[in-house]
């Protein structure tokens, strides 16, 4: 069935750094892929989505882009703010229609002023 | 805001209480489902009610008891829990349980349990 596998955290940089948080699946066909973001106390919430291949999802600053050839989606931000601190999960849909949402282990990053 | 409400946002409580947790949308939802958050695990899918019908239940002990009356409200009722039960528990929705896409959390519960 459809799997994520996401980097482990935590993640600790300096604010208007570079963050990469590496995201793969396996999956079967071409589902739609989510990153989902978790605030402090607070639940998760989806950040950004892309449907197909070679789509990119963007949202606060935030991009990921879905890969085929290399069954990635990994999440990229090119400055990084302290307000960025939080956990990020990538998930997929199930396999079959009434599977469950799949997600990744989450990955917690840390941004430092 | 994303449009799922829990309540309440802590609770503490003794192994020999019985509480309940109370989770309400106001998407228009017909999929509603319990999450359980510990520290340094994945996230735990608990319960899934679609229609208000449970279809699933991933070998959940007994002490939790979910309980959906309608389409926009979700209990999770609790009784002689363990101090290993502390957790964040979750709430979500999504339009519907087949072909689920995105689902919608709520800010969850902190529980403790002493």
């Known amino acids: 069935g459809n799997s994520v596998t996401q980097m482990e955290g935590p993640v600790t940089l300096s604010e208007e750094a570079f963050l990469t948080i590496n995201c793969t699946y396996t999956?079967?066909?071409?589902?739609?892929l989510f990153w989902y973001v978790q605030y402090p106390g607070e639940g998760l919430q989806l950040l950004l989505k892309a449907t197909k291949a070679d789509d990119k999802g963007s949202n606060k600053g935030f991009e990921a882009t879905y890969r085929k050839e290399t069954t990635s989606f990994h999440l990229e931000k090119g400055s990084v703010q302290v307000s960025d601190s939080a956990v990020y999960f990538c998930?997929?849909?199930?396999?079959?229609?009434?599977?469950?949402?799949?997600f990744g282990a989450g990955t917690q990053v840390v941004v430092t002023p | 805001e994303t449009g799922v409400t829990q309540t309440p946002r802590h609770l503490v409580m003794g192994m020999t209480n019985k509480k309940s947790l109370k989770c309400e949308q106001h998407?228009?939802?017909?999929?509603m489902y319990w999450y359980k958050q510990s520290a340094k695990k994945p996230l735990e899918l608990m319960f899934v009610?679609?229609?208000?019908?449970?279809?699933e239940n991933n070998s959940v002990p007994s002490r939790f008891s979910p309980e959906c009356p309608n389409s926009s409200h979700l209990f999770l009722h609790l009784h002689t829990l363990q101090p290993e039960d502390s957790a964040l528990y979750l709430c979500?929705?999504?339009?519907?349980?087949?072909?689920?896409?995105?689902?919608?959390f709520g800010p969850g519960t902190r529980l403790t349990v002493l």
């Open positions: 979500a929705s999504s339009p519907q349980r087949e072909g689920i896409d995105t689902q919608y």
């Open positions: 998930a997929l849909p199930p396999t079959d229609s009434w599977g469950k949402l799949q």
């Open positions: 998407l228009g939802h017909n999929a």
């Open positions: 999956a079967t066909g071409y589902p739609s």
């Open positions: 009610y679609n229609f208000k019908e449970q279809t």
